[in-house]
């Protein structure tokens, strides 16, 4: 179909991840019968062919002795990785496996036959009943498997083999035997460097393989597949296969092959709807609230110049008009009145605004293609620079409006803002990686690595907070247009009832639409280990996501000021906040839809995870949501005249 691949191609171009590499990520080139290093990434679980779930969460390292794989002999090194990819469970180590470029290998083994006990068995064959796969990376190119689309009838690769398969029978068989393919590309002045650009893994079970002296090994023809018993010991040899093909693709477009838009008219479709939906909402917003504002303005600003003629006398006024005086001018004494709890609003302001900035660069950034899959975790590694580098803003935001709201713990205040949402979110990344570790498996981050988070966090985040909050501190409070009365003003009854919690969950849905489909695609890749590259898309999401947030706090906090209920702040934030609190209902509901998984370590995990990415979003879209009010309300009191 024609369509559907100029739209891939355009998809591509807009989430031009392959498109420019890091200068540090230059090609390596091989001799002719040079090694190729192959190394081994842990197993991770995925997204099942057979009915679309995905039935585990937790990675296991590639060594994991139950798996009983080759070891190299002088044991498996550490590959320097990146603290991202780290976080984000990559553990690559070495490996035995020779492969030499350009030279065909078959029927290759490179250790004794391994014996597996029941207990062995049993754990390898539920592995394999969750469909986990093995990841193994050539020259930092993934091995994939082919995989056909069912829509599009494209073959593209998908990074990972299945560690084994469950036959029609029931049966549950090891793939010991893997044929790696490698293509490679011919490239300098006369065609003698060779370069790694695909890898293709088929996997199968061969129950005839045997390793016969000399190091060699012999393969069965692949009619018996492997069992593993249950009830008795189970020898198993596993055996490999080189083949090298030569190939077109040249370097820089290796990856492209593994960027596969499943269906990339979904992405196409919800991108032009929350578009359309949020210019819409965005006309609706101001028209409606452009008209009122200058009707309530002109009205306000009349009603003065009435009252003056009153004075001197001269009224020509019905009774009517003035008690017209009603709606958000009466609040004028009030609304900026400074919120309860205001430590703690601005705390979580300041830490928002990071955030902000944080997820918009990074975004950006791998939108323009700096951040490439080839740099494993990287788009973590940047995200976590950038977080910590936008402390400086975050202390500044949170000093400023703590300064505004006429907080005098300014002191507290500093020290807050860098330790409760930074503290909060890796108190809680400690204990679910202390469940995961107790479980065994390798997804557990490293104590080391835990360590350099929190040195980064406490030699350069901290600092840089407190130098933000000492210059936000230094600033002058932002004046509000109307002077705060000394009495607080009575809210009317009916105000109160009138909308609490329906307004603010309303305010929240229409920002969770707009990004509703793209996180269905994170949500997905972030659970079966796929890749997910679609930043151009992400990015105008992220955007519609801002400005939609933006549109309906405004009008929650409009229509709250015309009851006159004047305790915005809150309200403004928590309504806005409610996003994150629908991502994770979702979050829920893709939990539902598309993993099975049993397990308490599971569930703890999962849940875990998607209440920390639900908060996170919350206080996201809780500051946005903020600030448009905060601005919004400044304009529209600065416009009417208050005696
Ligand atoms: C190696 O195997 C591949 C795939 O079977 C084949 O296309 C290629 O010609 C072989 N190369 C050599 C040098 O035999």
């Known amino acids: 179909m024609r369509v559907p691949s100029i739209l891939t191609a355009t998809a591509l171009v807009a989430g031009s991840a392959h498109a420019f590499y890091l200068p540090g990520v230059a090609p390596t080139s091989f001799e002719k019968d040079q090694r190729v290093p192959l190394n081994v990434n842990s197993l991770t679980p ?48 070495t490996s035995p496996f020779e492969l030499h470029m350009g030279r065909n290998e078959t029927c290759k083994s490179i250790c004794d036959s391994r014996a597996f006990d029941e207990q062995a068995a049993r754990f390898v064959r539920s592995r394999i009943s969750e469909g986990y796969l093995v990841n193994i990376l050539v020259d930092g190119l993934p091995g994939a498997e082919q995989v056909r689309d069912g829509y599009t009838g494209e073959v593209y690769s998908s990074p990972g083999f299945p560690l084994g398969r469950v036959t029609e029978q029931g049966d549950v068989v090891l793939n010991n035997h893997w044929d790696i393919v490698v293509d490679y590309h011919r490239a300098g002045l006369r065609g003698g460097r060779y370069r790694v650009v695909g890898v293709l893994v088929q996997a199968h079970s061969d129950a005839d393989a045997r390793r016969i002296d000399g190091g060699k090994a012999e393969c069965g023809n692949g009619k018996r597949e492997l069992l593993l018993n249950e009830n008795g010991e189970t020898k198993v040899t596993y055996t490999y296969s080189v083949y090298w093909r030569e190939s077109k693709t040249a370097w820089a477009t290796r990856w492209d092959k593994y960027f596969h838009v499943e269906d990339p008219k979904i992405h196409w479709f919800s991108l032009i709807n929350s578009t359309i939906f949020v210019v819409f909402l965005l006309g609706m917003v101001s028209t409606i609230l452009l008209r009122a504002l200058r009707k309530d303005i002109a009205r306000y600003n009349r009603l003065d110049n009435i009252n003056l003629d009153d004075l001197s006398g001269t009224s020509a006024v019905g009774e009517d008009d003035i008690q017209e005086d009603s709606g958000w001018k009466l609040v004028h004494g009030d609304v900026f009145r400074s919120p309860r709890h205001a430590l703690l609003l601005s705390v979580l302001l300041g830490s928002g605004a990071q955030l902000f900035l944080m997820v918009g660069f990074t975004v950006l950034f791998a939108m323009l293609g700096f951040l490439s899959p080839s740099n494993r975790g990287f788009l973590t590694t940047v995200g976590l620079l950038l977080y910590t580098i936008f402390g400086f803003v975050g202390g500044y935001v949170s000093a400023r409006s703590y300064k505004t709201f006429g ?88 105000s109160r009832s009138l909308s609490l919690w329906p307004s603010i969950m309303m305010t929240g849905v229409l920002p969770f639409c707009a990004i509703f489909v793209e996180l269905y695609f994170i949500m997905t890749s972030l659970w079966s280990s796929r890749i997910y590259y679609m930043f151009g898309f992400l990015f105008v999401v992220y955007g519609l996501m801002v400005l939609t947030t933006a549109c309906t706090t405004v009008l929650l ?79 529209i009191y600065k416009s009417i005249k208050i005696d």
């Open 46 to 93: 995925s997204l099942s062919h057979q009915d679309d779930q995905i039935h585990a969460v937790v990675a296991y390292d590639y060594y994991h002795s139950t798996f009983r794989f080759c070891k190299p002999e002088k044991g498996p090194q550490w590959v320097r990785e990146s603290l991202g990819s780290i976080i984000f469970g990559d553990r690559i180590r």
């Open 407 to 494: 907080g005098e713990l300014w002191k507290v205040n500093m020290a807050t803002t860098p330790l409760l949402v930074p503290g909060t979110v890796f108190g809680l990344f400690f204990l679910m990686n202390l469940m995961v570790w107790a479980k065994g498996s390798s997804g557990a981050v490293p104590l080391s690595t835990m360590l350099a988070l929190i040195g980064i966090w406490f030699v350069i985040s901290v600092p840089l907070s407190l130098g933000g909050s000492w210059f936000g501190f230094k600033q002058p409070a932002i004046e509000p247009p109307t002077r705060v009365n000394q009495i607080p003003r009575q809210i009317p009854q009916v």
């Open 557 to 635: 906090v409009y229509f709250m000021l015309c009851a006159e209920d004047y305790r915005w702040q809150w309200r403004a934030f928590v309504g806005s906040g409610m996003t994150g609190v629908y991502v994770f209902v979702n979050a829920l509901g893709f939990w539902a839809m598309k993993i099975s998984f049993g397990g308490m370590v599971g569930t703890v995990l999962y849940v875990g995870y998607c209440a920390l990415i639900g908060g996170l979003v919350g206080l996201l879209c809780g500051t946005i949501g903020f600030f448009a009010a905060f601005f919004f309300s400044m304009r």
